[in-house]
């Protein structure tokens, strides 16, 4: 075995699904299979200290689905992660010079040309290429520019791109080179593209596109590539929120606000009328919407704008649980009751003021927002913000989001091998 792809075709076996659990054991989550520790296929257990990364592999277990792409399901990943990424044994550092050398936009950046076929100039997909090309140049030079700020770069007689890449590289988080490693693979995408998408440099949706711009695979696998990249983003959103929620507080909040952290200063209490307000609580119900209907992510009610702590207390509410039943009542009225299970909410304390958290993961269907004296709509999250998409856009987002119906993935993706 000497890639990810080889790892993907190891299986777990013996595994009894009614007797699946999970154990907290020391400062870990762990799962168990007939009462002893369920180990990877290179005898690693799986564990992780926050729960919900040990659940989303023992509820995937449970299911045994045949609609997720094996290539890319949580628990390969997770599995590949604990024995090739967390070990002393990374398969991409042992390769890393045919991966560099295999690169097309390594060679553009080197030798000033990519090996690329590019679209004839009168081939329809001629523009998209040269656009998506010139627009992913630009990204990849964020990505070194931002590295050049980092690092001084030792002089050698290597180009100074490939030490940037090899340190870029290194300074991913283990659950980010897994998925690298595995998009890189399955895909055949080289190093560049994987490394621009996990650092959040370009949009999975650039992703697919740059793959076809190159002409990696053919137009007729968009939407299967579509789909894998989104499940391999959704598995680092997954960590992302762990290992906010693993910082204290004050670490989180100082942050500030982005595409998995709002803040709002109440629930229902319009500051400035001294009142009551449903547009204030709205205004959380659309985070809470765009957060499912996203890649997940936490709002914190009683936060400012400038990240200073207002405190649940300006809510007026009799107690706490009251305030926590108001909340809930109003997600499962204008959100829906099926919405619970991808939702949970907690109280911290911050000096004398308390503070809501309400953690949200990727819901598996779309969700709309329904609040009485409210139009209905859709949200979705953009970059610190929770957008209202309109009729068209939320049919095309929802069918790319959420798709439904016949799985063609482990059919079709045989293609791509």
Same mark, same amino acid.
């Not at 400035?272 to 914190?300: C, D, M, P, W, Y």
């Given at each position: 075995?000497?890639?990810?792809i080889?790892y993907?075709?190891?299986?777990?076996?013996?595994?009894?699904?009614?007797?699946?659990?999970?154990?907290?054991?020391?400062?870990?989550?762990?799962?168990?299979?007939n009462g002893?520790?369920?180990?990877?296929p290179?005898g690693?257990?799986?564990?992780?200290?926050?729960e919900?990364?040990?659940?989303?592999?023992?509820?995937?277990?449970?299911r045994?689905?045949s609609?997720t792409?094996?290539h890319?399901?949580?628990?390969?990943?997770?599995?590949?992660?604990r024995?090739?990424?967390?070990?002393?044994?990374?398969f991409?550092?042992?390769?890393?010079?045919?991966?560099?050398?295999?690169?097309?936009?390594?060679?553009?950046?080197?030798?000033?040309?990519?090996g690329?076929?590019?679209?004839?100039?009168?081939?329809?997909?001629?523009?998209?290429?040269?656009?998506?090309?010139?627009?992913?140049?630009r990204?990849?030079?964020?990505?070194?520019?931002?590295?050049i700020?980092d690092?001084?770069?030792?002089?050698?007689?290597?180009?100074?791109?490939?030490?940037?890449?090899?340190?870029?590289?290194?300074?991913?988080?283990?659950?980010q080179?897994?998925?690298?490693? *595995?998009?890189?693979?399955?895909? &055949?995408? !080289?190093?560049v =593209?994987p490394l621009t998408?996990?650092? $959040?440099? /370009?949009?999975?949706?650039?992703?697919?596109?740059?793959?076809?711009?190159l002409?990696?695979?053919?137009?007729?696998?968009?939407?299967?590539?579509?789909?894998?990249?989104?499940?391999?983003?959704?598995?680092l959103?997954?960590?992302?929120?762990?290992?906010a929620?693993l910082?204290?507080?004050?670490l989180?909040i100082?942050?500030?606000?982005?595409?998995?952290?709002?803040?709002?200063?109440?629930?229902?209490?319009?500051?400035?009328?001294?009142k009551?307000?449903?547009?204030?609580?709205?205004?959380?119900l659309?985070?809470? *919407?765009?957060f499912?209907?996203? &890649?997940? !992510?936490?709002? =914190?009610?009683g936060?400012?704008d400038? $990240?200073? /702590?207002?405190?649940?207390?300006?809510?007026?509410?009799?107690?706490e649980?009251?305030f926590?039943l108001?909340?809930w009542t109003?997600?499962?009225?204008?959100?829906?009751?099926?919405?619970?299970?991808?939702?949970s909410?907690?109280?911290?304390?911050?000096?004398?003021?308390?503070i809501?958290?309400?953690?949200?993961?990727?819901?598996?269907?779309?969700?709309f927002?329904?609040?009485?004296?409210?139009?209905?709509?859709?949200y979705?999250?953009?970059?610190?913000?929770?957008?209202?998409?309109?009729i068209s856009?939320?049919?095309?987002?929802?069918?790319d989001?959420?798709p439904?119906?016949?799985?063609?993935?482990?059919?079709?993706?045989?293609?791509?091998d």
């Amino acid at each position: 075995m000497n890639n990810y792809i080889d790892y993907c075709n190891l299986k777990n076996i013996n595994i009894n699904t009614k007797s699946l659990e999970i154990v907290k054991k020391d400062d870990f989550y762990i799962i168990y299979n007939n009462g002893v520790q369920f180990l990877t296929p290179k005898g690693y257990p799986y564990k992780h200290k926050l729960e919900r990364v040990i659940a989303m592999v023992c509820t995937e277990m449970m299911r045994q689905s045949s609609t997720t792409n094996h290539h890319f399901s949580f628990q390969t990943l997770f599995g590949f992660q604990r024995d090739c990424v967390e070990s002393s044994n990374d398969f991409f550092i042992n390769k890393w010079k045919k991966i560099i050398d295999n690169d097309p936009f390594v060679r553009l950046k080197i030798y000033g040309k990519s090996g690329i076929t590019p679209f004839p100039p009168d081939h329809e997909l001629f523009n998209f290429s040269f656009i998506i090309i010139s627009m992913l140049v630009r990204s990849i030079n964020e990505l070194i520019n931002k590295t050049i700020r980092d690092y001084i770069v030792a002089d050698s007689d290597s180009h100074p791109f490939l030490e940037l890449l090899c340190r870029v590289y290194h300074e991913l988080t283990p659950e980010q080179k897994a998925v690298v490693q *595995a998009i890189s693979e399955v895909h &055949r995408s !080289g190093i560049v =593209l994987p490394l621009t998408v996990v650092t $959040g440099l /370009i949009s999975p949706t650039e992703y697919v596109n740059g793959i076809l711009a190159l002409q990696i695979q053919e137009e007729k696998y968009s939407t299967i590539l579509f789909s894998e990249i989104n499940q391999c983003m959704d598995y680092l959103a997954c960590f992302a929120h762990s290992n906010a929620l693993l910082k204290p507080l004050s670490l989180v909040i100082a942050e500030g606000e982005s595409e998995i952290l709002e803040f709002k200063s109440t629930l229902r209490w319009d500051i400035r009328a001294g009142k009551t307000n449903q547009a204030v609580e709205r205004a959380s119900l659309k985070t809470i *919407a765009a957060f499912l209907n996203s &890649r997940g !992510g936490t709002l =914190l009610i009683g936060i400012r704008d400038d $990240g200073s /702590i207002e405190g649940i207390e300006t809510d007026k509410f009799v107690n706490e649980d009251k305030f926590l039943l108001h909340l809930w009542t109003l997600i499962r009225t204008c959100l829906g009751r099926e919405v619970s299970p991808f939702i949970s909410t907690s109280l911290e304390k911050i000096g004398e003021k308390t503070i809501c958290m309400v953690t949200c993961v990727k819901n598996n269907r779309p969700v709309f927002l329904r609040q009485p004296g409210f139009p209905e709509e859709f949200y979705i999250r953009v970059g610190p913000a929770s957008n209202a998409m309109d009729i068209s856009e939320a049919l095309k987002y929802i069918g790319d989001w959420f798709p439904l119906g016949k799985d063609t993935t482990n059919a079709e993706n045989k293609n791509l091998d």
